[in-house]
C-alpha cells in the first residue's frame, strides 16, 4: 500500500471518527433544543404510533367546557380496548420535586426554584370534566402527564393513584401494561359510538 493512500485512508478515518464524536457530543442538546421547540409535532408523533400500534382511537386537542366553569383542554383522547387515556403533553427542562399529594410542586429551572400546579392534580381534574360530559365511569379513564425522556423527579408511588406521569419512551410500555390488565374490554360497537360522540363534543376549532 502507497504511502499516499494510506495517508488518505488515515484523514478518511479520523474525519469519520471526528463527525461520530460531534454527532454524539451534540446530538443531546440538539434534540432537547428541538424537543423544547417543537413539543407539541414530538409528543404527537409518539402519540400516535402508539395508536397505530395498536389499532386504538384517537382524538387530538379536546377542548370543551362544563357549565360555569372554563374551558379544559386535553392534547390527546386516547379509546384504547379497555381503558380511555387522557394525556397532557408537558415538557421540563429541569428537575421537579413531585409529590402527588401537595398542590404544589417545586421546579428547579435555570437555577432557579419555583413552585408550580400540581400537574397530576390538573390533569385528573381535566379527565374528571371529560367523563361527567361523555357520561362515562372515572374507572375507565386513565389521566397521564406525559412528560420528557431527560425530565428529573423525585419519584413516588404512582400505582395508588388514579393519575399517572409517563415519560415519552416509556408510553407505549405503560399503555401496553394497563391494556394487560384483568378487566373486561369495552365493547367494539359501543366503542365506536362514544368516539364519535367524543368527537362531536369537541369545540376546538369550532368557535
Not at 442538546?29 to 384517537?58: E, G
Not at 399517572?164 to 394487560?180: A, G, P, T
Amino acid at each position: 500500500m502507497g504511502h499516499e493512500l494510506q495517508v488518505a485512508i488515515y484523514i478518511v478515518a479520523a474525519s469519520i471518527a471526528v463527525a461520530g464524536y460531534l454527532f454524539w457530543l451534540l446530538f443531546g442538546p440538539i434534540y432537547r433544543y428541538l424537543l423544547r421547540h417543537h413539543t407539541v409535532s414530538f409528543y404527537y408523533r409518539k402519540v400516535n404510533q402508539v395508536v397505530l400500534n395498536h389499532d386504538f382511537y384517537l382524538i387530538n386537542q379536546f377542548e370543551n367546557q362544563i357549565a360555569g366553569s372554563e374551558t379544559f383542554h386535553i392534547d390527546h383522547i386516547i379509546v384504547g380496548d379497555k381503558f380511555i387515556y387522557c394525556i397532557r403533553d408537558l415538557y421540563f427542562d429541569g428537575t421537579l420535586k413531585a409529590n402527588p399529594e401537595n398542590e404544589s410542586w417545586i421546579y428547579y429551572h435555570r437555577r432557579k426554584w419555583v413552585y408550580i400546579g400540581n400537574p397530576l392534580s390538573k390533569n385528573a381534574l381535566r379527565a374528571e370534566h371529560f367523563a361527567l360530559m361523555a357520561n362515562l365511569p372515572l374507572d375507565y379513564i386513565i389521566p397521564i402527564v406525559l412528560i420528557n425522556d431527560d425530565c428529573y423527579y423525585s419519584t413516588f408511588d404512582q400505582s395508588k393513584r388514579g393519575s399517572y406521569m409517563v415519560s415519552l419512551r416509556n408510553l407505549n410500555h405503560f399503555i401496553e401494561d394497563m391494556e394487560s390488565r384483568d378487566v373486561d374490554p369495552l365493547n367494539a360497537a359501543a366503542t365506536s359510538l362514544l368516539v364519535a360522540d367524543i368527537a362531536q363534543l369537541n369545540q376546538h376549532g369550532k368557535k
